[in-house]
């Protein structure tokens, strides 16, 4: 988060537009706004609070609900006029109920995979006791890759019977340990896509 932030507040009468965006998902969930003293609570704090036009007044997000909006990055736009929030909500994020206050749902299934290696990395810095995880980075690259050797072979098995459950998982267990491989080369999937990408 930076820690730092020069803002502007004077193009709106003491206030800047914050967005809200979810990290695991990239989906816009709200718009609020923002005074200094707001800022400064949501960078104390790590829980994105508003200045509520309305009440005329600071407003925590989720402070009734407690559907709060746990903040991981506070990003100011080119004019340091708008802020870019990206957050972990701990719920529904609009007063209706929905995930977002946009008609959108807030799922996004391909960045679910750059939330799981966010999981992996976490796991290769703190390794919790009892994590199979940890258990394959204790064992070793060695380990890891024969691993993913493993899981292809029993995927390529699985693709020959007619159980579509078991290749799912099959794929899936292949996936997994190709990001836990990558993790422990210090690379990510992102990198394996921008070769993708790159040959596209």
């Known amino acids: 988060m930076n820690?730092?932030?020069?803002?502007?507040?004077?193009?709106?009468?003491g206030l800047v537009p914050a967005i809200i965006q979810d990290i695991n998902t990239n989906k816009v969930l709200m718009l609020g706004f923002m005074n200094q003293e707001a800022l400064t609570k949501t960078e104390l704090e790590k829980v994105v609070t508003f200045f509520s036009r309305t009440?005329?007044?600071?407003?925590?997000?989720?402070?009734?609900?407690?559907?709060?909006l746990d903040v991981v990055e506070i990003i100011p736009d080119c004019d340091n006029d708008t802020l870019l929030i990206k957050a972990k909500p701990r719920g529904p994020v609009c007063h209706t109920g929905s995930d977002?206050?946009?008609?959108?749902?807030?799922?996004?299934?391909?960045?679910?995979?750059?939330?799981?290696?966010d999981l992996i990395d976490q796991r290769k810095i703190e390794m919790p006791e009892g994590s199979y995880t940890t258990k394959l980075f204790q064992k070793g690259i060695n380990k890891i890759a024969q691993k993913?050797?493993?899981?292809?072979?029993?995927l390529v098995i699985e693709s020959k019977d007619q159980n579509d459950d078991l290749f799912l998982n099959e794929a899936a267990d292949l996936v997994f340990h190709l990001l836990v491989l990558l993790t422990a080369k210090n690379y990510r999937i992102e990198d394996?896509?921008?070769?993708?990408?790159?040959r596209h």
């Open 3 to 13: 820690k730092q932030l020069t803002i502007d507040f004077n193009k709106l009468n």
């Open 100 to 117: 977002t206050c946009f008609e959108e749902e807030n799922s996004d299934i391909f960045s679910f995979l750059k939330f799981l290696q």
């Open 148 to 154: 993913v050797g493993e899981e292809a072979v029993e």
């Open 55 to 68: 009440k005329n007044r600071l407003w925590t997000k989720g402070e009734e609900s407690g559907n709060f």
């Open 192 to 198: 394996v896509l921008k070769v993708l990408k790159g």
